[in-house]
């Protein structure tokens, strides 16, 4: 998915890649097909919430940090503390992964999206994801820094019945 022209809640604004969604499904093992997903079942796979996983450029490299999410119109809403690689890096580019795997069934889906995070400094706004979406970070302590991501990019893929 690429970035175009839609409205602020960043969906209408979003476009395929067609050479992601034109292509038929793959099979995988055991009777498994890899398939990718429309941007319409990345969005509602994103809308289930839970834990998701925010990677950045920092000094030592690249990181991978898990964070507990919620979806707003205008893109993923995350805490952090302010004494956090995620709150030092907050205002950059990112990508965020979330999925869900069954090893069991060997089925399973993941969700990428690349977009800019910026720290939220709105007391309004602030208030209102507070009195809105009740994100609470399993991580101990104070988590008063919110970041949101705004999408550029959405893609996703799943493995299922072939």
């Known amino acids: 998915m690429t970035a175009g022209k839609g409205p602020a809640n960043g969906r209408d604004a979003l476009t395929a890649m067609p050479d992601r969604e034109s292509k038929p499904p793959r099979l995988a093992a055991h009777g498994r ?3 990718a997903l429309s941007a319409a079942e990345c969005f509602g796979l994103l809308e289930l919430g839970g834990v998701g996983r ?9 990181m991978m940090l898990p964070v507990n999410f919620a979806v707003t119109g205008k893109g993923i809403v995350f805490r952090t503390a302010p004494d956090t690689l995620l709150a030092l890096y907050a205002d950059a580019q990112v990508s965020f992964e979330v999925d869900h795997l069954d090893e069991a069934l060997r089925e399973g889906w993941s969700v990428l999206v690349h977009g800019h995070a910026h720290t939220i400094t709105d007391e309004r706004e602030v ?7 009740h994100l609470e970070p399993w991580a101990g302590g104070a988590r008063d820094v919110y970041v949101r991501i705004a999408l550029t990019r959405i ?3 799943c493995i299922e019945p072939g």
């Open 33 to 35: 097909a890899l398939r």
């Open 155 to 157: 893609s996703g893929r």
């Open 127 to 133: 208030k209102r994801l507070e009195d809105s979406i």
């Open 54 to 62: 925010v990677g950045f450029a920092s000094a030592d490299g690249i």
